[in-house]
């Protein structure tokens, strides 16, 4: 996928948010990343500008786009600051995503127009013992009369600090596994919702992580979205779309390491000449470029299969392992251009290099990716 066989919108969109990113974002990244402070600022403008509904329809106040349209603009984003990139990610494709997909026309009313307007929302799967293991999750959600209570402790909560809305899974049915669990849309105002142990983490450090503990909290029935006992399929769907949005961060993340790694060599000199005119460094670079561009057209894949109503599960956890081993990759690479500058605060790419990481582990692992990977390379040959 050239950049020239792009629809009109898409590189507009492109242009936007590049624009946008590099003046707006890219000056406080590195801010943002020594505070680990929550980027409100610029969350809100990304609410004006419209990124923060990026899939809603017009009618619910949305900007009604595409798939393609939000990995390119996932891609600046995060080019400029995995934090960010990672709140609007959560935000999109993890909670407004369900919603659009599975939700009523009552549910779509009463949260969409909320959650492109300023409400944050966020995506309650993983607990303290079970993150790959998804049908192992504990959370109880007990019918009784027109609500359910709600029971559990959620970690791992992308956004979970800011959130106003959740997407939950819990087990109505715990003799079940996968055929067990049920979605609900939580209003986190509601009694019995409270936040519990914040993480401190390696990168990505301008997202709040935490966990999100349900005590006796009641959820109403039409609260429930899509069928009761297919919360799992629910959480599924949404990890399938949501894993291109990881793949489209970190092509993000390794093309910033490859602007400074080639900015950087192109200044520094060793040996009397600059280190870009050695072979060794100009390898590095070249295989730096090539595997960022293959990882960028496997994820403009998966976003067009998706995009043409297409099955893409397979693609998009095919793109979200090559782009996030190559964003790691990349970063290695690119901190060994660096030198011991590298290794040091005073240059972005070991900023880089922690923000990458988590794009091998969340929205499954690079293990769990191979899984489905492979289990849909094995059916195919049947
Ligand atoms: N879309 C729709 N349905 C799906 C599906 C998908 N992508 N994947 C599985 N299902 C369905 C299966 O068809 C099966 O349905 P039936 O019971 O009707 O046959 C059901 O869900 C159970 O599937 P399966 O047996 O494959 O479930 P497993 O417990 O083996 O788990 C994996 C499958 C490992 C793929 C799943 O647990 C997973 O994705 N784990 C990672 C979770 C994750 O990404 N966590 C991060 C949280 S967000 S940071």
């Not at 009313?109 to 192992?136: H, N, Q, T, V, W």
């Amino acid at each position: 996928m050239l950049a020239s066989s792009l629809t009109q919108e898409q590189r507009l969109i492109k242009n936007l948010v590049s624009e946008f990113a590099e003046k707006e974002i890219k000056p406080v990244a590195s801010e943002i990343d020594k505070t680990s402070a929550f980027p409100w600022e610029i969350v809100e403008k990304l609410f004006d500008l419209g990124f923060m509904g990026h899939f809603i329809e017009e009618r619910y106040g949305g900007s009604g786009l595409d798939c393609l349209s939000y990995v390119i603009a996932l891609e600046e984003i995060s080019r400029a600051c995995a934090s960010t990139g990672t709140i609007v990610m959560a935000h999109n494709s993890l909670a407004c995503a369900p919603i659009i997909d599975f939700g009523t026309e009552e549910q779509k009313e009463k949260y969409l127009p909320r959650m492109c307007r300023d409400a944050i929302g966020c995506f309650a799967l993983s607990e303290p013992e079970s993150g790959s293991d998804a049908a192992g999750i504990k959370a109880s959600a007990v019918k009784k009369g027109g609500v359910y209570i709600l029971d559990g402790t959620k970690s791992w909560i992308t956004n979970g600090c800011e959130a106003k809305v959740a997407v939950v899974f819990a087990k109505t049915d715990k003799t079940k596994r996968s055929s067990g669990i049920t979605a609900f849309i939580v209003d986190l105002d509601a009694p019995g919702i409270s936040l519990g142990k914040s993480e401190s983490k390696l990168g990505i450090k301008g997202t709040s992580t935490s966990q999100i503990v349900f005590e006796d909290c009641e959820v109403s029935a039409s609260r429930v979205l899509g069928e009761e006992g297919e919360g799992f399929k629910v959480a599924m769907k949404t990890l399938d779309a949501g894993r291109i949005g990881v793949a489209a961060q970190a092509v993000g993340i390794a093309q910033a390491v490859l602007d400074s790694s080639t900015r950087y060599s192109q200044e520094r000199k060793a040996f009397g000449k600059k280190i870009s005119d050695f072979q060794g460094i100009q390898f590095m670079l070249a295989d730096m470029a090539t595997r960022i561009e293959a990882s960028r057209l496997l994820t403009y894949k998966a976003a067009l299969m998706k995009d043409r109503g297409e099955k893409y599960a397979k693609h998009s956890s095919m793109a979200k392992l090559y782009a996030s081993e190559t964003a790691m990759w990349v970063a290695t690479k690119g901190i060994q251009v660096h030198g011991g500058n590298g290794y040091t605060t005073d240059y972005p790419v070991e900023r880089h290099f922690r923000d990458a990481k988590i794009t091998e582990i969340y929205e499954g692992t690079s293990e769990i990716q191979r899984i489905i990977i492979a289990r849909q390379v094995l059916s195919e040959s049947l």
